[in-house]
T-cell receptor, first 116, second 114 residues
Framework: DTGVSQNPRHKITKRGQNVTFRCDPI?????LYWYRQTLGQGPEFLTY????????KSRLLSDRFSAERPKGSFSTLEIQRTEQGDSAMYLC??????????????FGSGTQLSVL | AQKITQTQPGMFVQEKEAVTLDCTYD???????LFWYKQPSSGEMIFLIY??????QNATEGRYSLNFQKARKSANLVISASQLGDSAMYFC???????????FGQGTELSVKP
């Protein structure tokens, strides 16, 4: 059973550069989530997709952030003109939507972004 | 607004002993779910246990059990017979309404001593 896969594991970039992360969910899962986690904090919701539709975006997601899930399978998260405050762990998760509160999210190992 | 509070930034436990990690939550919804995740140093969030708001019995998964006290809005995680591999960050989280996004607490760092 293949889990959620994220690439790259680590990304170091200079301020002002654009970066893109990829997430491959568990194959039969129709929901995909992006979370951001800073040191010493729990993950914070950024956005999620059901199939290819982006259903919700957090206020945390500025205009510099964009996420896509073009064919309802893998997803990409792009950050344009990176800032030092973007340094964080970006976690992807997937689930099979049940419409009930027992929906279990399965997480990847994350992409650690460092903006210099 | 929904909120999860974990008041223990760090905990120590001796190997083979039991430990309780605290979690309180705040919500006005009647239907919600509570989760515990483990995050080792590798970064991956590992699902441990789930409790539904309508479940009458406390959830158990192997060495993990959830002490659910609905009136007190608490959902404490109990780990029995701690192992060295249990050393990690532990996060309590809540999902509500139609499912979807989780709200996480700030986490508790558990250290198991040999």
């Amino acid at each position: 059973d293949t889990g959620v896969s994220q690439n790259p594991r680590h990304k170091i970039t200079k301020r002002g550069q654009n970066v893109t992360f990829r997430c491959d969910p568990i194959s039969e899962h129709n929901r995909l989530y992006w979370y951001r986690q800073t040191l010493g904090q729990g993950p914070e919701f950024l956005t999620y997709f059901q199939n290819e539709a982006q259903l919700e975006k957090s206020r945390l997601l500025s205009d510099r952030f964009s996420a896509e899930r073009p064919k309802g399978s893998f997803s990409t998260l792009e950050i344009q003109r990176t800032e030092q405050g973007d340094s964080a762990m970006y976690l992807c998760a997937s689930s099979l939507a049940t419409g009930a509160p027992n929906e279990k999210l399965f997480f990847g190992s994350g992409t650690q972004l460092s903006v210099l | 607004a929904q909120k999860i509070t974990q008041t223990q930034p760090g905990m120590f436990v001796q190997e083979k002993e039991a430990v309780t990690l605290d979690c309180t939550y705040d919500t006005s919804d009647q239907s919600y779910g509570l989760f515990w995740y483990k995050q080792p140093s590798s970064g991956e969030m590992i699902f441990l246990i789930y409790q539904g708001s309508y479940d009458e019995q406390n959830a158990t998964e192997g060495r993990y059990s959830l002490n659910f006290q609905k009136a007190r809005k608490s959902a404490n995680l109990v780990i029995s017979a701690s192992q060295l591999g249990d050393s990690a960050m532990y996060f309590c989280a809540m999902i509500y309404n139609q499912g979807g996004k989780l709200i996480f607490g700030q986490g508790t760092e558990l250290s198991v001593k040999p």
